[in-house]
Structures are given as C-alpha cells and as structure tokens.
C-alpha cells in the first residue's frame, strides 16, 4: 500500500518535498517510483529508487533539480523538489515493482505495477 503526500501550490524557484508511505511490503527487493500526470499531457516518470539501487534514476527534465531517497527503516521514500518549474505542475504519484532495481528502457521509467494515490503539485509562474 502506497500513500503519496506533500504535494501543494509553490511559486516558480520554490521547493517542496514529497513523502511516500510504503506499508505492508513483506520483502526487501522493491523499487518505488514516482510519476507525474499533467493535463494533456502524458505520464512521465520522474525518477526511481530501488532498495538496492547504487544510483537513482531522474527524467532529463528534473535532473539537478530533484532528489529521491529511501528511508528502509519507516519504508518512506522521499522526492524533494527544488527549483521548480510550472512545467513541474501536474499530479504526483509514487508507484512500485518488485525487484531492487528500477527498470528503465531508452532512458525512460518504465511504468509499474502497483500504485499509490496523487499528490497535485501546482507551480505558479
């Protein structure tokens, strides 16, 4: 069970730190991703950490910007957001696969199979 939260409206430059509660995972290989849906747009995954991931994967479009970490003691995973842009607007959802490490295709997350709620992220200009 996932539960995506910290979500909020920011002005442009400004930063926020989204939380994902994992409860109920019976083992230690896992990944947790998160994924952003805009309005007309597609879902992008934003970037992904796994429970034996050396290195995270980022989108292009938040590199240097954002940064995912795993808390394996409360089982949260964390994607603080600085920086941001309103093209970061849209509804964050934090996602997860089994295995340890995220599985990434052509430079792309690819999608997984169990999902959390959304958090809406809204930056103004």
């Known amino acids: 069970q996932l539960q995506a939260s910290g979500g909020g409206l920011v002005q442009a430059g400004g930063s926020l730190r989204l939380s994902c509660a994992a409860n109920?995972?019976?083992?230690?290989?896992?990944?947790i991703g998160w994924f952003r849906q805009a309005p007309g747009k597609e879902r992008e995954g934003v970037s992904c950490?796994?429970?034996?991931?050396?290195?995270?994967y980022y989108a292009d479009s938040v590199k240097g910007r954002f940064t995912i970490s795993l808390d394996k003691i409360k089982n949260m995973v964390y994607l603080q957001m600085n920086n941001l842009k309103p093209e970061d607007t849209g509804i964050y959802h934090c996602a997860t696969d089994g295995g340890p490490f995220c599985t990434v295709k052509g430079g792309v997350l690819s999608d997984m199979d169990f999902w959390g709620n959304g958090t809406q992220v809204t930056v103004s200009s």
């Open positions: 109920g995972f019976t083992s230690d290989a896992y990944t």
């Open positions: 950490i796994g429970s034996r991931d050396r290195s995270p």
